[in-house]
């Protein structure tokens, strides 16, 4: 594929790895895209901000979930895990968990 196709395909994305060994400090939400999570290990519950209320996804050994565009989410970490995000990073927003 030529390169100016590739960069325009690509543009914006955000890959990740992440080990979290304790629960996120932030919240983060994501205007431009879903965001694909991947359990490599470990366990963790995802909290999603809907506006029926809190959801919690439980996450163990190897899971994934998507989380809707613009939807805050944060997680709380059960075992230490690693986890892989794939999301349009562009205009991601971030808050202090409380």
């Not at 805050?72 to 409380?98: D, E, I, N, Y």
Request: proline share 8%; with cysteine.
């Amino acid at each position: 594929m030529p390169e100016p196709e590739l960069d325009r395909l690509c543009h914006g994305w955000l890959i990740t790895e992440f080990e979290c060994s304790s629960d996120w400090s932030k919240w983060e939400m994501h205007p431009e895209g879903e965001e694909f999570v991947y359990l490599l290990s470990g366990e963790a519950v995802l909290l999603l901000e809907q506006p029926a209320g809190l959801k919690e996804v439980p996450l163990s050994g190897r899971a994934a979930v998507v989380v809707p565009r613009g939807v805050w989410h944060t997680a709380k970490v059960s075992q230490p895990s690693r986890m892989l995000f794939v999301t349009m990073g562009h205009g991601t927003q971030h808050r202090p968990a409380v």
